[in-house]
């Protein structure tokens, strides 16, 4: 037994069942000993090893399991770096196993060294070793996958191409010597009772409470329910959260954030008491103001608690365990009037994404092609969005009910993930839909080689729909809107213009399916023809670029600056010009524009 043989029956005795990688000569060893173990574990070819490193991130995502993805040396390991910061900033765990020049050529300038330790110093900060000697398995990487869970994070195992095709001999019995055994047992820490019964003082006082919920709570959904209905609160949700709890809940106000939904921000304007679970919100301003709100978080990490705000009790645990044991000491609140205001505030919301979604554009406004999809998804969809404005739109239009999954790159907010997270997906869940939302910057960036992996794989998947929705608007368009909204900049088309390429057709010419919308009479159809496919299937959108992906706490200076850029140069005639400003905001404001005192009202 070869070492690179080793590895494959150690990954495969932690129950690993997919690498995602791209082949390369510093990796040599390990690929002849998939050939010899007859591909298990299943040796999934990206087109990028970008690409392979996004997949194992989604893969890990959807299904809760160790993501590993693989590389040659230099080059190679280089590409993955994207994805694995990726999984690092949104607390996936991802292993890396990555080659190295052999180790007589380390240190001589050779051909693709690199010092991988480095390199690889920061994204895998928690574990990054280099094996040398075949004896330092298997505690290498039994350690790099047991940190990957606990930390819920990157590690690397970096293992020269030498040091590969090297006989395996296990550690002995003997002084330094490593040995190591398999698994790790479950736990679910929870917080002294002390601390518990000063959070409960805290959220039993309060009147008006608001709930933040992050990924960290999603195995808590029946507990969140259950403190909801004590405590009268709403509840919002970050959007790695998004899936936590259903949307179908007349309290659940929706994403926050730069992408949010107005209700969130109302829910944090007016409560006087916050508890965070399992959220790590970078955005402080969309909390409520330090000296307005009581406040509580829930978090299973010690290393993440007590950030983002001035929080009065910290509670380190995981949040399941931590509410079963919260939730006794709460009282029921008898006054509901707090609830019924969150609850008027998300019903107007969607009465207003349904009047946003409504407007006319040229040809398609990209909120009717999102919305349109939201009474169609299946009960177990898998649903994705790509970096960038149609981000957006998934975070104010799709709904989560359910067993619905849905993820994006949350702290990163890279793009390119879209369609690799999707494609990981489906080999977590072959079984079940898969939906990504993608802009045509990330479809060029990246996307459309990656339907080629598709095209490969989708006949092992049960279920074999995979849909990739492109809105094509031929600019890269949130940072064009937030060039408009920030500085009131016209667009910069030697930046931001894309050209047109026929995404449906590209699917078609490989063998998937697809179709072009240029109407919003098609949309409808169009989701349906997708949803109905037997195999893969592209949905290309043509939209309209001039429709805002407005925040809800935007300024009407910032809103009349954003409509004057794009009538700028409209008339030289200072009053046409302002005319044209007027105009421009009642269409991107259906129903009016906002009050100077409530800056992003919509309705």
Known sequence: MKVSDYVLQRLREWDVSHVFGYAGDGINGLLAAWGRAENKPVFVQARHEEMAAFEAVGYAKFSGRLGVCAATSGPGAIHLLNGLYDAKLDHVPVVAIVGQTARSAMGGSY???VDLQSLYKDVASDFCETVTVPEQLPNVLDRAIRTAYARRSVTAVIIPGDVQELDYTPPPHAFKMVPSSLGMGQYAPVPAQEDLTRAAEVLNAGEKVAVLLGQGARGARAQVEQLAELTGAGVAKALLGKDVLSDELPYVTGSIGLLGTRPSWELMQNCDTLLVIGSNLPYSQFLPEYDQARAVQIDIDPHMIGMRYPFEVNLVGDAAATLDRLLPLLRRKKARKWREEVESNVKRWWEVMQRRADVS???????????????LLPHDAILTADSGSSANWYARH?????????????????MGPGVPYVIGAKFAHPDRPAIALVGDGAMQMNGM??????????????????????????DLNQVTWEM?????????????HLPDVPYAEFARSIGLGGVRVE???DVEDAWRQALAADRPFVVEFVTDPDVPPIPPHATLDQIEAAAASLVKGDSATPGVV???????????LPGGKPRQDEPGRED
């Open 449 to 474: 080689a990656e339907l080629i992996t598709a095209k490969a794989y989708w006949q092992e998947w049960s279920d074999p729909r995979l849909i990739i929705a492109v809105l094509n608007n031929q």
């Open 111 to 113: 051909q693709q060294e």
């Open 398 to 414: 799709l709904r989560m009910r359910g067993d619905m999954r849905g993820s994006l790159s949350g702290t990163l907010a890279t």
């Open 484 to 496: 408009r909204a920030m500085s009131g900049a016209p667009q910069f088309l030697p930046s931001q």
């Open 361 to 375: 554009a040229k040809p398609i406004n990209p909120e009717h092609a999102v919305h349109a999809l939201d009474p």
């Open 519 to 521: 109407s919003p009479e």
């Open 578 to 588: 302002k005319q044209g400003v007027k105009a421009k905001i009642q269409e991107m």
